[in-house]
Nanobody, 120 residues
Framework: QVQLVESGGGLVQAGESLRLSCAASGSIFRMYAMAWYRQAPGKQRELVATITSGGTATYLDSVKGRFTISRDTGKNTVALTMNSLKPEDTAVYYC??????????????WGQGTQVTVSS
């Protein structure tokens, strides 16, 4: 199995920072990309940031310049550094991995989610 575990969520005030981390474990044949999604109450899930195995990163327009996604050399962990947080960033944040356990099958894996709450 491939499992993802997130950490780092919490309650902060507007303008403060948080760093989310996600660790992948299990039998991983190849990791293609990792990403962070978020879902606010009453809203659809949205892609916040993604990073490929080659290090190419993309961001949601509303977080550009404030959030930074990073990975380790082994590409089995990913972090999201969130600066200048706003109340609009309040959501459950989910870690996602695009990976395979064998040479033939490529799948998506999800973490349980971690709550980020930003007060005004």
């Amino acid at each position: 199995q491939v499992q993802l575990v997130e950490s780092g969520g919490g309650l902060v005030q507007a303008g403060e920072s948080l760093r989310l981390s996600c660790a992948a474990s299990g039998s991983i044949f190849r990791m293609y990309a990792m990403a962070w999604y978020r879902q606010a109450p009453g809203k659809q899930r949205e892609l916040v940031a993604t990073i490929t195995s080659g290090g190419t990163a993309t961001y949601l327009d509303s977080v550009k310049g404030r959030f930074t996604i990073s990975r380790d050399t082994g590409k089995n962990t990913v972090a999201l550094t969130m600066n200048s947080l706003k109340p609009e960033d309040t959501a459950v944040y989910y870690c996602n991995a695009d990976a395979s356990r064998n040479p033939y099958t490529r799948e998506q894996y999800w973490g349980q989610g971690t709550q980020v709450t930003v007060s005004s």
